[in-house]
């Protein structure tokens, strides 16, 4: 979101480019070897209820946030923490 407001984005390839930047290419900067889904690797990740990137820009949605395949967070509530 904040990448689409800073730099004006709107179209929708536009939107894709920078979830990836923030995603896929910001793990690869980080050297993470083991980042997307698949099997054996950690269940780390967001459910959002959305149809487009768009409207999870827009709309900024609750989500429901995992790790290790457990739930962290939902509505904005944190659930579970490390501290």
Do not use: C, H, W
Not at 52 to 57: D, N, P, Q, S
């Amino acid at each position: 979101m904040l990448l689409a407001l800073r730099f004006d984005l709107g179209k929708d390839e536009e939107l894709a480019a920078a979830f990836a930047a923030a995603t896929e290419n910001g793990a690869q900067a980080l050297g993470i070897e083991d980042y997307g889904i698949d099997l054996g690797r950690p269940a780390d990740f967001l459910l959002m209820p959305v149809e487009t990137l768009g409207e999870a820009v827009v709309a900024r949605p609750l989500r429901q946030v995992y790790r290790g395949g457990e739930l962290i967070a939902s509505g904005a509530r944190l659930l579970s923490s490390r501290l």
